[in-house]
Nanobody, 122 residues
Framework: QVQLVESGGGLVQAGGSLRLSCAAS????????MGWFRQVPGKEREFVAR????????DYANSVKGRFTIPRDNTKNTVDLQMNNLKPEDTAVYYC???????????????WGQGTQVTVST
């Protein structure tokens, strides 16, 4: 099993930056996929980004492409989400996830963190 814990959320003004961190523990393997998703109350969980545990093949939703990146550090056992030029529509609870499939579909990820709130003000 894998345990995931997100941190780094908070309140930021539009145009600012935040860096979220997802710490992984337990039985993690080199072939695992890491994903970031976000959810607004009343709406479906939305794919944000994905990356192989090695750091290869980062991929981003069109809504965040060019603004977000996924730094990966094996020594720290973390996958981060660097969010730049934040917009009010980025406001959501952000979740990290892990699984075996390189997927943009949330239900394909069996392991999830507890979520961290990101609020972008105008």
């Amino acid at each position: 099993q894998v345990q995931l814990v997100e941190s780094g959320g908070g309140l930021v003004q539009a145009g600012g930056s935040l860096r979220l961190s997802c710490a992984a523990s337990g039985r993690t393997f080199s072939w695992y996929i890491m994903g970031w998703f976000r959810q607004v109350p009343g709406k479906e969980r939305e794919f944000v980004a994905r990356v192989k545990w090695s750091g290869d093949s980062p991929d981003y939703a069109n809504s965040v492409k060019g603004r977000f990146t996924i730094p990966r550090d094996n020594t720290k056992n973390t996958v981060d989400l660097q969010m730049n030029n934040l917009k009010p529509e980025d406001t959501a609870v952000y979740y990290c996830a892990s699984g075996l499939a390189y997927s943009v579909i949330g239900r394909h990820y069996p392991y999830w963190g507890q979520g961290t709130q990101v609020t972008v003000s105008t």
